[in-house]
């Protein structure tokens, strides 16, 4: 089930009671829509908000049959449409899921998507829209199929740098051959510089290490740039803390984790 809420907030200093969070939009489950689940929002041109999330309809797990779907808000968050509006089927071999909206600095709406076949093919692709999310795109690979393997996009995690640079961070678990999965994980970012109609591998996934040099997950990472222009890569890990990493060269490389 998902559930989105609107705050209204009060002008000047901020206490607790200016803060009153409102129930907008809630999408409960049925039988032949078992689980609703990472979505993204973007801004429109008209005032409006566009909201794609994944609806599941082939069972509950992160391998069940699924689509890309959305609602939209005319007034500011507070109400949405009553029905789903379809914005990609289930073109994987197992689903379609963790969405990524992004508005381009050209103008356009880039929506990044996890195209998952397997256990061993899991990319994200992008498309993008140029009359405000009313069409798109056919998609784009981002990671070829000479490094095909298991990748995971999360949703709301692709950047544009101030320069125009695109970074699509990942967290890769598995590849055709290898005997099983690796779900500790390796991390980094594949990058553009057209505006994503080509990218680029990233020069290193790393993996990350306790203080006494054991193995632990890496995972789910994301990223921002800072005022030095720098890079800031975080990353959920198995050790019961965040990790951290920086670039200073726009995201192909990065200071261990």
Known sequence: RLTCLSFLLSLGPLAAADLHPVVALELGVSEGNPRNTEGDFMALKDGGFLY????????G???????????????????????????????????????????LHDGRIALFYLQKNSLTDCRPVVRFSTDEAATWSEPTTIIPDTEIGYYVLNNDRVVQLGDGRLLAPVAKHHQPGQEKADWNGAVGCYFSDDGGNTWQSPKQLDQAFDSAGKRVAAQEPGVVELQDGRVLLWVRTGAGELYRAHSGDRGQTWTPL
């Open 61 to 103: 797990s992160d391998h069940d049959r699924a689509d890309l779907v959305s609602r939209i808000s005319r007034d500011g968050g507070k109400t949405w449409s009553a029905e789903d509006q379809p914005v990609v089927g289930n073109e994987g071999g197992l689903n379609v899921m963790s969405v990524s909206l992004l508005r």
């Open 52 to 59: 794609v999330y994944t609806r599941f309809r082939g069972g």
